[in-house]
């Protein structure tokens, strides 16, 4: 698939710093839960509640969500049925039974290395720089291929994004892999070498570092950033509350992105604008 394909856009707005108001604690991992839809659990309240969703049954008859202890309450008081399916995230991707699937995924050690490597080996065509600090102070580095890519050029601007959600691994390997296969190809592929030299691609493979390490969906102060964002947020007490999404707000407001894709892996969707059901 071209990059010219992509057709998620992301908006950007205003923002203040606020207190902050924590859904779940750094590193907690969520239940994965089954809700059977019924007269008592309709399936637009559940959609209005916010959950993850990681499935949608195509009769409607349920739905497969995470859960925290918060959610679990407010369904007992709505009088919902559900089972639980799963512990945690690692239960159900059976790491806690087989760590060695953990340790096949990219870590944020790894991911430093790589990016490094891209742009020693690179130069011509790629540029690695430090947006901003997490929480925990670890860089969140953005990775610039294009054919000047230390030159601001009148080119279209594309932004790919991984791991939002830390323990979405599959989320980081995805941006990486392009990455490489952008640099590797240029010069022998004419496709690739368009698209290096008419656009400024910039690849953000590991937005959420401290979540990822902890291998949990939220970032050290316990907030899922993909909720922190400016437009219609409405899950904390205000928006652009954390570092990660500042440095990603400041990002996009310092360039001109036509085109932004995130990567998740929570289930086979494609979500386009604007996507906040």
């Known amino acids: 698939m071209g990059i010219t394909s992509f057709q998620s856009l992301a908006g950007v707005t205003t923002s203040t710093d606020h207190p902050i108001q924590s ?14 839809l019924s007269e008592s659990s309709t399936f637009g309240e559940v959609i209005n509640h916010d959950f993850s969703i990681l499935e949608i049954d195509a009769s409607k008859t349920y739905v497969v969500v995470y859960v925290s202890l918060t959610d679990i309450e407010w369904m007992d008081v709505m009088g919902f049925s559900y089972e639980i399916l799963y512990e945690n995230y690692a239960e159900m991707n059976r790491w806690d039974t087989n760590p060695a699937l953990l340790r096949d995924f990219t870590s944020y050690a790894a991911l430093t290395t790589q990016l490094q490597d891209i742009e020693d080996t690179y130069p011509d065509i790629a540029k690695l720089y430090d947006l901003g600090q997490s929480v925990q102070g670890r860089t969140i580095w953005g990775l610039k291929i294009t054919d000047n890519p230390t030159v601001e050029e009148d080119e279209p601007e594309v932004r790919i994004c991984g791991c939002h959600h830390g323990n979405e691994l599959m989320s980081v390997e995805l941006p990486l892999l392009l990455a490489w296969y952008l640099v590797d190809n240029y010069g022998s592929d004419p496709y690739i070498e368009g698209l290096v030299n008419d656009r400024e691609t910039w690849i953000i493979p590991m937005v959420n570092p401290d979540g990822r390490e902890a291998n949990t969906r939220y970032n050290a102060n316990g907030i899922d950033l993909n909720r922190d964002y400016g437009y219609m947020w409405d899950v904390y007490s205000d928006c652009y509350t954390q570092p990660e999404t500042r440095a990603i707000r400041t990002h996009a407001l310092d360039n001109n992105f036509v085109l932004s894709l995130s990567f998740h892996t929570s289930g086979d969707i494609v979500n386009y604008i604007w996507n906040y059901k």
């Open 23 to 36: 859904h779940s604690t750094f590193g907690e991992n969520e239940q994965i839960v089954k809700i059977m």
